[in-house]
Every structure is written in structure tokens, then in C-alpha cells.
């Protein structure tokens, strides 16, 4: 089970790396607090791999990072991301369409439905066994 003490929300992303030693975040992964992150989105998974280099450990021999969403979006060089795969443009398609529907027949929806688009676990080089303490 995820300790919710160790859950950390309420904080902004970093502007420039320079700054990451003064961030809270950069104090838990320095510290080894965990032995693996989840981010709720690829920018902040960049955000915590680029940290935990910074604080000398190696991703994923000291800590593992899962992001939802693959970074590579944001930079090429981080196609090394285990994700989770929401296929983004699927559920953005299949909702337009519905718009669409809905549209001409003149704002009249004649049924409900739902939409399930199974996520997909992609694993790559930022997740690992639990490191040996």
C-alpha cells in the first residue's frame, strides 16, 4: 500500500533546474525517502528524474519513476519513460465524434454511453526492482 504520508502534492513545478535544491521535492528524493515515484503527468516525471541525477542516484538502480503520459511529448531523449499509455488522441476523437453527433441532431442526445479505453503499462529503463538497502 502507498503511504499517504508520502504522498506530495501542492507544490509548483520547477522554472529552471538551478533552483531544485531549494524545492521540497528535490529534499525527499536527495533523502531516498522512497524507493519509486508516480507522477501524475510526463513533465513532472522529467522533473523527477532530472532531480534525482542531480542528487547523484541512478534511475533505476536507486529509485524508480512511473509518469502518466509519456514525456517523450516534451523531449525526444526521454522515450526512456515507463508510462502509463492513455491513448490521449483515441479519447479526444471518440469525444469529438460524440460532439458531433449531438451537434446534428440539434443538441438532442438520444442516449448515454460509455467509453472505456483501457490504459496501457508501458515499461521502459526508469523503472526497476526495489533497490537493496
Known amino acids: 500500500l502507498i503511504n499517504p504520508a508520502h504522498m506530495i502534492t501542492d507544490f509548483k513545478p520547477l522554472s529552471v533546474l538551478k533552483d531544485a535544491e531549494a524545492h521540497p521535492l528535490y529534499r525527499y528524493i536527495r533523502n531516498r525517502m522512497v524507493t519509486a515515484y508516480i507522477s501524475l503527468n510526463g513533465r513532472l516525471g522529467v522533473q523527477i528524474y532530472q532531480m534525482a541525477k542531480q542528487a547523484g542516484l541512478g534511475v533505476p538502480e536507486d ?3 512511473v509518469s502518466f503520459d509519456d514525456p517523450t511529448s516534451i ?3 526521454f522515450s526512456i519513460f515507463t508510462h502509463v ?3 490521449e488522441r483515441d479519447m479526444g476523437y471518440r ?3 460524440k460532439l458531433l453527433d449531438i451537434l446534428r441532431d440539434q443538441g ?4 448515454y ?7 496501457e503499462l508501458v515499461i521502459r529503463q526508469t523503472s526497476g526492482t526495489v533497490p537493496k538497502t
Open 63 to 65: 529509485v524508480s519513476i
Open 75 to 77: 523531449v525526444e531523449e
Open 85 to 87: 499509455k492513455q491513448f
Open 95 to 97: 469525444a469529438a465524434s
Open 108 to 111: 438532442e442526445m438520444k442516449s
Open 113 to 119: 454511453s460509455k467509453v472505456l479505453i483501457e490504459p
